[in-house]
């Protein structure tokens, strides 16, 4: 496509419910990168993708989230039993190579009440 | 470990008056650099970056950045700030293949 795109926009879920957040990259970027942006503050790396592979989930908080991306393009993210403090704008971002910087998606906010 | 400072979490500026945003980072080579503006609801867009080279980089929108390495700065700036440019501004640094570190981000307000 010519962007990313992310779906949902908005997710508003109860607390303890299962999400998933899906990120569909620009056609033929291998990498895709998600992130987490709280409010006020500057995105927070999560995992990243080379291909189908997680080259990177050090940024992953916990065993409660887990992302994957099976045929190297469309990645989900899924976050188990939510908190509240899980609550903020989740972003996706792809790259053909880390040379060209990302280009994002318009995030998902996520609201765990 | 890398990190990103951006030292001025708000400023304020006149339409027409020029303006730099600073950021200093913290990380063991020479890293990629990135400015990213984000409007309110919107997601992240790349304004310029430097990977080698020249220092001085030219950016969208009338942006541009310099490089010093000595001072592990990457400050941005515009001759002349538009009201379209009221944003949040998010510096940030990573290396080929690996995930980048941002900021704390600048947000832009803009008189008229």
């Known amino acids: 496509g010519a962007g990313v795109s992310q779906t949902p926009s908005n997710k508003v879920t109860e607390k303890g419910k299962y999400v998933e957040l899906r990120c569909d990259p620009i056609s033929g970027h291998t990498a895709l990168y998600w992130y987490r942006q709280s409010l006020g503050q500057g995105p927070e790396f999560l995992i990243y993708?080379?291909?189908?592979?997680?080259?990177?989930d050090s940024g992953l908080p916990n065993d409660r989230f887990f992302a994957v991306r099976p045929e190297g393009s469309v990645s989900t993210l899924k976050i188990q039993r939510t908190e509240r403090g899980d609550s903020a704008v989740y972003l996706c971002?792809?790259?053909?190579?880390?040379?060209?910087?990302?280009?994002f998606g318009s995030g998902t906010r996520l609201t765990v009440v | 470990a890398q990190s990103v400072t951006q030292p001025d979490i708000h400023i304020t500026v006149s339409e027409g008056a020029s303006l730099e945003l600073r950021c200093n980072y913290s990380y063991g080579a020479t890293p990629y650099l990135f400015w990213y503006v984000q409007s309110p609801g919107q997601g992240l867009q790349l304004l310029l970056k430097?990977?080698?080279?020249?220092?001085l980089v030219q950016g969208i929108k009338g942006f541009e950045a310099e490089f010093k390495r000595s001072q592990s700065s990457f400050n941005l700036r515009k001759p002349s700030v538009h009201w379209s440019d009221a944003a949040e501004y998010f510096c940030a640094v990573g290396e080929a293949g690996q995930n980048f570190v941002f900021g704390p981000g600048t947000r832009l307000s803009v008189l008229p």
């Open positions: 993708f080379q291909g189908t592979g997680a080259a990177d």
């Open positions: 430097y990977f080698s080279g020249d220092t």
């Open positions: 971002a792809s790259s053909f190579t880390a040379n060209y910087g990302y280009t």
